[in-house]
């Protein structure tokens, strides 16, 4: 028998490379933790199928077939991503209910990518942070407007509930529960058999800068066209209120209202997306990227792409240079 059980939630539109990877991952943590240690705890994985308004039902279990005739409270139970939009409020509300009642059970609910909609659904989110891919934030934030989302962290571990960001995060999930269950030996041996970067990425290490255009107040729209076109070069408060019409105050308080930034911040975020790509696709130096995107001082530069996105600018030519 296993001394931690982990379920994987079958919901439509689950991402099945995701489900089948993660019960890979356990299943070689096991084999490492047991050839390590023979009295080392072992790790029980079993699928769950929701199926409309009727409970999940055990599809697999790896004790074997007699064990699925019976479910078994789990210790995590684990909402993979979607390649499909985010599940619908209506479709989740039963699957959103017999998650709720688990939670009070005890098991940890942890969510990857789009799977963390479902768990919003439940209600449990109300006052905490968590993360989902970068390019679903907006339209979380929307749906969930009593929690709190920081797309710039790949996992956010809140004891009893954990999300993970991106549709590939499913690896760091599955070491950070490797690391919880089995320890960081293990975690960190079953990180170099699958040749995969132990838990410590930032989701800011991969998004792009994606401004909010579709918020209805024309003047801000007019300032942000201005701002995309000289590429945040061009962000004084006198030019930006004038292009888009009104009263610098008014400017600042409207600009933040519809884009969710200061328009100075809004500004270095399109510096720093063009740095991005200097830093990818080209061979010059930081000093004349800093330059090329309108920093004459190289260390503010340095200071200003680190904050942003979580790496200094030759880390980043580092890992993502083409």
């Given at each position: 028998?296993?001394?931690?059980?982990i379920g994987i939630v079958l919901y439509?539109?689950?991402?099945?490379?995701?489900?089948?990877?993660?019960?890979?991952?356990?299943?070689?943590?096991?084999?490492?933790?047991q050839d390590a240690n023979p009295d080392?705890?072992?790790?029980?994985?079993?699928?769950?199928?929701?199926?409309?308004?009727?409970?999940?039902?055990?599809?697999?279990?790896?004790?074997?077939?007699?064990?699925?005739?019976?479910?078994?409270?789990?210790?995590?139970?684990?909402?993979?991503?979607?390649?499909?939009?985010?599940?619908?409020?209506?479709?989740?509300?039963?699957?959103?209910?017999?998650?709720?009642?688990?939670?009070?059970?005890?098991?940890?609910?942890?969510?990857?990518?789009?799977?963390?909609?479902?768990?919003?659904?439940?209600?449990?989110?109300?006052?905490?942070?968590?993360?989902?891919?970068?390019?679903?934030?907006?339209?979380?934030?929307?749906?969930?407007?009593?929690?709190?989302?920081?797309?710039?962290?790949?996992?956010?571990?809140?004891?009893?509930?954990?999300?993970?960001?991106?549709?590939?995060?499913?690896?760091?999930?599955?070491?950070?529960?490797?690391?919880?269950?089995?320890?960081?030996?293990?975690?960190?041996?079953?990180?170099?058999?699958?040749?995969?970067?132990?838990?410590?990425?930032?989701?800011?290490?991969?998004?792009?800068?994606?401004?909010?255009?579709?918020?209805?107040?024309?003047?801000?729209?007019?300032?942000?066209?201005?701002?995309?076109?000289?590429?945040?070069?061009?962000?004084?408060?006198?030019?930006?209120?004038?292009?888009?019409?009104?009263?610098?105050?008014?400017?600042?308080?409207?600009?933040?209202?519809?884009?969710?930034?200061?328009?100075?911040?809004?500004?270095?975020?399109?510096?720093?997306?063009?740095?991005?790509?200097?830093?990818?696709?080209?061979?010059?130096?930081?000093?004349?990227?800093?330059?090329?995107?309108?920093?004459?001082?190289?260390?503010?530069?340095?200071?200003?792409?680190?904050?942003?996105?979580?790496?200094?600018?030759?880390?980043?030519?580092?890992?993502?240079?083409?």
């Amino acid at each position: 028998m296993t001394d931690a059980r982990i379920g994987i939630v079958l919901y439509p539109g689950v991402q099945m490379s995701a489900v089948l990877g993660l019960a890979d991952l356990f299943q070689v943590a096991g084999r490492i933790a047991q050839d390590a240690n023979p009295d080392a705890p072992r790790l029980g994985v079993h699928h769950l199928q929701a199926d409309g308004a009727a409970a999940p039902a055990v599809v697999f279990d790896s004790d074997g077939p007699a064990e699925v005739r019976e479910q078994k409270i789990c210790d995590v139970l684990i909402l993979p991503p979607s390649l499909e939009p985010p599940i619908a409020s209506e479709a989740a509300l039963s699957l959103a209910g017999w998650l709720r009642e688990r939670h009070g059970e005890g098991s940890v609910l942890a969510s990857i990518c789009a799977g963390a909609f479902l768990l919003g659904e439940t209600g449990l989110l109300a006052g905490r942070t968590v993360t989902t891919h970068w390019t679903l934030a907006e339209t979380f934030g929307n749906r969930f407007a009593d929690t709190q989302i920081d797309i710039d962290r790949l996992i956010i571990d809140n004891g009893d509930i954990i999300s993970a960001g991106g549709l590939m995060a499913w690896t760091d999930l599955g070491l950070k529960l490797v690391d919880r269950f089995l320890g960081p030996v293990v975690m960190a041996r079953t990180a170099r058999m699958l040749l995969v970067d132990p838990p410590g990425r930032e989701q800011r290490y991969y998004s792009g800068f994606v401004p909010r255009l579709n918020h209805g107040d024309a003047a801000i729209l007019k300032a942000q066209h201005f701002l995309q076109a000289n590429e945040g070069k061009e962000a004084r408060l006198s030019i930006l209120a004038g292009e888009a019409g009104l009263e610098q105050r008014t400017f600042l308080r409207r600009f933040q209202k519809a884009t969710g930034l200061t328009a100075t911040d809004y500004a270095q975020r399109l510096r720093v997306a063009r740095a991005q790509e200097l830093l990818q696709f080209g061979q010059l130096p930081v000093e004349r990227v800093a330059w090329e995107v309108g920093y004459s001082d190289p260390g503010a530069f340095r200071k200003i792409f680190l904050r942003i996105v979580g790496l200094s600018p030759s880390e980043y030519r580092q890992r993502f240079h083409a």
